[in-house]
């Protein structure tokens, strides 16, 4: 299966530990998205990096927040100093190029619980 | 401000039923229609799209309907069956650079037998 992973799939950390998840996405795809999910709500948009650029950021990612993509392949996401309200669902999806780039294909997520 | 109102939050269909998910938006530069089928555990996944430009598209059991004039759109998935149940997520994206995709707060369907 060559579909978008990530991993860990859970992290339980203590609050004010920083922590950092890997996003592999589909290999042809050059779009990259990362999202956040809370219990019962939909995917909130975090941050997207076309290649190794990093193109667009939420106001939500605040600057404990920090986002790569260093040679366009896989990704990582690192939170500093995590606070309670950190705890989610974190979602990596990928998308291929101009023309089909509305198609987004999410991994599995990586779900935080900081304690 | 939620930009992609959806409703209803849950939905018990008995099986073999159908199950109609409805999903309003305010913003106009919206130009694509995703819904999302996810399961516990698991990321959401593309389930059928839709653009403006036509007003019903189906695939299998699945079909969007879409009003451009009332800014609504709804997915029914006909001859419901227990192994639909999952949540379902609309969503609306912009064209551009990117396509941040802008997601509903979700259905959660439970199709019983």
């Known amino acids: 299966d060559t579909g978008v992973s990530q991993d860990p799939r859970h992290k339980i950390t203590k609050r004010g530990q920083n922590v950092t998840f890997r996003c592999d996405p589909i290999s042809e795809h050059n779009r990259l998205y990362w999202y956040r999910q809370t219990l019962g709500q939909g995917p909130e948009f975090l941050t997207y990096f076309q290649n190794e650029a990093q193109l667009e950021k939420s106001r939500l990612l605040s600057d404990r927040f920090s986002a790569e993509r260093p040679k366009g392949s896989f990704s990582t996401l690192e939170i500093q100093r995590t606070e309670q309200g950190d705890s989610a669902m974190y979602l990596c999806a990928s998308s291929p190029g101009p023309g089909r780039s509305y198609e987004q294909y999410f991994g599995p997520g990586t779900r935080l619980t900081v304690t | 401000q939620q930009q992609v109102k959806q409703s209803p939050q849950s939905l018990i269909v008995q099986k073999g039923g159908i199950s109609i998910i409805n999903c309003a938006y305010e913003?106009?530069?919206?130009?694509?229609f995703p819904w999302y089928q996810q399961f516990p555990g698991k990321g959401p996944a593309l389930l059928i799209a839709?653009?403006?430009?036509?007003s019903e598209k189906k695939e299998g059991r699945f079909t969007i309907s879409f009003n451009k004039s009332a800014k609504q759109f709804s997915l029914h998935i006909m001859d419901s069956q227990p192994g639909d149940s999952a949540t379902y997520f609309c969503a609306a994206s912009k064209p551009g650079g990117y396509q941040k995709v802008t997601f509903g707060i979700g259905t959660k369907l439970q199709v019983i037998p």
């Open positions: 839709i653009r403006p430009d036509v």
């Open positions: 913003n106009t530069a919206f130009d694509y």
